[in-house]
């Protein structure tokens, strides 16, 4: 959710700020950050078992990770990439294996092995970390740790990490392309008076050293950015949820003097389930759970760990995003955050360049919330009305291989443009069945855009290629002009790249195929044209 907040909170910024990171120059380390490098592209992570202890006090961390990971080619004497992001520090490296050496150089640690690897092995690196991690100034969307104070007066600590990554405290493979599809094991070490809650389910609480360690684990794969502990004077509450899959268990952690509060305003999370369900299929992690976390900033789709903070209110932080008043029916971080267990949890792009992915489809499944839990005028209107936050100013599509997202457009444009290509299908039912295809067929998989531009292109049996061009990799918004003269219309497009195959339905019946060329066509009756404004197109009649 990080740049949809930077366009609403930083827009007179916005513009600027993301040029220059969309056009950079970018460094090594950039690469070795975000590429599939020759220090990564032999070993497939497949377990994390990790520790964290943090030090209200001090703001400090320490821990472990045991990565258990398979060897995916036959290889002699390799460096291993670890990235761990300074000023936080490597203690110790061992592993199952000879190690000749390990080195940190700014925000990786090398680790040199000894021996002949074969593809099918499978080690582990055990990582013991310590130290001040950065600081989040503005979480979620600057990332880093939080050491915050409730409104008692009571420790709570978490951190968010998505946009800068997970290695900003924890030793990781850090690259959206490998996941640990074997989930994890985390233990959270706290004080005896708070609770430690992290991603999936509770294991294990025992005391440890004169403290309580809480032990959580997740049995799916998991985005390394969801990987979350939250530290505070938590309290639980449960239900249950009768799915597609059966019954899934709906844990609650909320601050203890935000129970009764939130056992009101999380009643919305059951109709949010059944809508999602509806169009996407079942929540994809009925093993680990669902669970909603109080959290010390507004909100992230942490995996069977959503972070929430929305203050127990509608909207987002009370405000209506479309500026139509549906927005205010509904908790935002509630749904768009849940929605991404589908869109970025589920299916995770696997560059972050391909970030459109993740939000483009779940600022959609904002719209079709509201089509199921309201109607579907009022989803329609409040569609049209997030395009208010449209900046056009990048592709929304950023630079591959150095950890660089596109235009925070992918939030209202990418979901227009959803719209837009519902409306060319023209078949609500086969549309459905694309969304939930999706989850299906690439269930628990990282992913490319070429292989979802190429799925719903095959299942809609229409080519799709040039909208997602448009939409995608270019700033411009189709325009199409044209003038009536009676029952005579005559049109093109401008703004739009080369073949553009973006047909229109007017007059509620009537469909046009404009081009960059004049065309005219007779219509059925001579009153005023009607366009269907569902469409994600400009219309500016000429002389």
Same mark, same amino acid.
């Given at each position: 959710?990080?740049?949809?907040?930077?366009?609403?909170?930083?827009?007179?910024?916005?513009?600027?700020?993301?040029?220059?990171?969309?056009?950079?120059?970018?460094?090594?380390q950039d690469t070795l950050k975000g590429s599939d490098t020759k220090f990564r592209n032999f070993w497939d992570v497949k377990k994390y078992d990790l520790s964290v202890?943090?030090?209200?006090?001090?703001?400090?961390?320490?821990?472990?990770?045991?990565?258990?990971?398979?060897?995916? #080619?036959?290889?002699?004497?390799?460096?291993?990439?670890?990235?761990?992001?300074?000023?936080?520090?490597?203690?110790?490296?061992?592993?199952?294996?000879?190690?000749?050496?390990?080195?940190?150089?700014?925000?990786?640690?090398?680790?040199?092995?000894?021996?002949?690897?074969? #593809?099918?092995?499978?080690?582990?690196?055990?990582? /013991?970390?310590?130290?001040?991690?950065?600081?989040?100034?503005?979480?979620?969307? =600057?990332?880093?740790?939080?050491?915050?104070?409730?409104?008692?007066?009571?420790?709570?600590?978490?951190?968010? !990490?998505?946009?800068?990554?997970?290695?900003?405290?924890?030793?990781?493979?850090?690259?959206?392309?490998?996941?640990? %599809?074997?989930?994890?094991?985390?233990?959270?070490?706290?004080?005896?008076?708070?609770?430690?809650?992290?991603?999936?389910?509770?294991?294990?609480?025992?005391? %440890?050293?004169? #403290?309580?360690?809480?032990?959580?684990?997740?049995?799916?794969?998991?985005?390394?950015?969801?990987?979350?502990?939250?530290?505070? #004077?938590?309290?639980?509450?449960? !239900?249950?949820?009768?799915?597609?899959?059966?019954?899934?268990?709906?844990?609650?952690?909320?601050?203890?003097?935000?129970?009764?509060?939130?056992?009101?305003?999380?009643?919305?999370?059951?109709?949010?389930?059944?809508?999602? @369900?509806?169009?996407?299929?079942?929540?994809?992690?009925?093993?680990?759970?669902?669970?909603?976390?109080?959290?010390?900033?507004?909100?992230?789709?942490?995996?069977?760990?959503?972070?929430?903070?929305?203050?127990?209110?509608?909207?987002?932080?009370?405000?209506?995003?479309? @500026?139509?008043?549906?927005g205010l029916k509904w908790d935002y971080i509630i749904i768009h955050e849940s929605g991404h267990e589908w869109f970025a949890n589920n299916i995770t792009a696997k560059?972050?360049?391909?970030?459109?992915?993740?939000?483009?489809?779940?600022?959609?499944?904002?719209?079709?919330?509201? @089509?199921?839990?309201?109607? &579907?005028?009022?989803?329609?209107?409040?569609?049209?009305?997030?395009?208010?936050?449209?900046?056009?100013?990048?592709?929304?599509?950023?630079?591959?291989?150095?950890?660089? %997202?596109?235009?925070?457009?992918?939030?209202?444009?990418?979901?227009?443009?959803?719209?837009?290509?519902?409306?060319?299908?023209?078949?609500? @039912?086969?549309?459905?069945?694309?969304?939930?295809?999706?989850?299906?067929?690439?269930?628990?998989?990282?992913?490319?855009? &070429?292989?979802? %531009? =190429?799925?719903?292109?095959? &299942?809609?049996?229409?080519?799709?290629?040039?909208?997602?061009?448009?939409?995608?990799? /270019? /700033?411009?918004?189709?325009?199409?002009?044209?003038?009536?003269?009676?029952?005579?219309?005559?049109?093109?497009?401008?703004?739009?790249?080369?073949?553009?195959?973006?047909?229109?339905?007017?007059?509620? =019946?009537?469909?046009?195929?404009?081009?960059?060329?004049?065309?005219?066509?007779?219509?059925?009756?001579?009153?005023?044209?009607?366009?269907?404004?569902?469409?994600?197109?400009?219309?500016?009649?000429?002389?």
């Amino acid at each position: 959710m990080k740049k949809l907040t930077y366009t609403l909170l930083f827009a007179s910024g916005l513009v600027f700020g993301q040029f220059f990171e969309h056009d950079k120059a970018f460094t090594k380390q950039d690469t070795l950050k975000g590429s599939d490098t020759k220090f990564r592209n032999f070993w497939d992570v497949k377990k994390y078992d990790l520790s964290v202890e943090p030090d209200f006090a001090k703001k400090s961390i320490k821990g472990y990770n045991k990565i258990s990971f398979e060897i995916t #080619k036959d290889v002699t004497d390799p460096v291993f990439q670890i990235d761990l992001q300074k000023p936080m520090k490597a203690d110790k490296v061992e592993g199952n294996f000879p190690i000749a050496n390990f080195k940190q150089d700014g925000d990786f640690i090398f680790v040199t092995a000894k021996k002949n690897f074969k #593809k099918g092995e499978k080690y582990t690196l055990d990582v /013991t970390y310590s130290g001040q991690p950065v600081i989040a100034k503005n979480a979620p969307w =600057d990332g880093g740790w939080v050491f915050a104070k409730d409104e008692n007066g009571n420790p709570w600590m978490s951190v968010a !990490d998505e946009g800068i990554g997970a290695s900003i405290w924890l030793p990781t493979k850090d690259i959206w392309s490998d996941e640990p %599809e074997n989930g994890i094991i985390m233990k959270i070490i706290t004080p005896n008076d708070l609770v430690g809650v992290g991603n999936g389910r509770l294991i294990s609480k025992k005391a %440890e050293g004169g #403290k309580t360690a809480y032990t959580w684990e997740v049995k799916n794969p998991i985005n390394a950015y969801s990987i979350i502990p939250n530290i505070g #004077k938590y309290v639980n509450f449960k !239900d249950t949820f009768t799915g597609e899959k059966g019954k899934l268990d709906l844990d609650y952690w909320v601050l203890d003097h935000n129970l009764e509060k939130a056992k009101k305003q999380f009643q919305q999370v059951k109709p949010m389930l059944s809508a999602f @369900e509806y169009w996407f299929g079942p929540y994809p992690f009925y093993e680990d759970s669902y669970k909603l976390v109080d959290s010390p900033y507004l909100g992230m789709e942490h995996q069977s760990n959503v972070a929430y903070g929305n203050g127990y209110q509608n909207g987002y932080l009370g405000r209506d995003l479309s @500026e139509t008043g549906v927005g205010l029916k509904w908790d935002y971080i509630i749904i768009h955050e849940s929605g991404h267990e589908w869109f970025a949890n589920n299916i995770t792009a696997k560059d972050q360049a391909d970030m459109w992915i993740h939000e483009s489809f779940t600022m959609y499944s904002e719209v079709l919330f509201v @089509e199921k839990y309201m109607d &579907k005028k009022s989803a329609d209107v409040y569609g049209i009305g997030v395009r208010n936050m449209i900046q056009n100013d990048v592709p929304i599509i950023g630079k591959y291989g150095v950890r660089n %997202e596109g235009s925070g457009d992918m939030y209202p444009k990418g979901a227009n443009m959803l719209h837009t290509i519902r409306q060319i299908i023209n078949n609500d @039912e086969k549309f459905r069945q694309i969304l939930r295809g999706l989850n299906k067929d690439f269930y628990h998989q990282t992913v490319t855009t &070429k292989q979802i %531009e =190429d799925y719903m292109s095959s &299942k809609s049996g229409i080519d799709l290629s040039t909208i997602f061009n448009q939409y995608l990799r /270019t /700033t411009k918004i189709p325009t199409l002009e044209y003038s009536q003269t009676g029952d005579s219309l005559k049109f093109r497009y401008t703004d739009v790249v080369k073949d553009l195959k973006l047909p229109v339905i007017i007059n509620g =019946d009537q469909t046009i195929s404009p081009t960059e060329n004049w065309q005219t066509v007779k219509l059925k009756k001579s009153s005023p044209v009607e366009f269907n404004k569902n469409y994600f197109i400009n219309y500016t009649q000429t002389q």
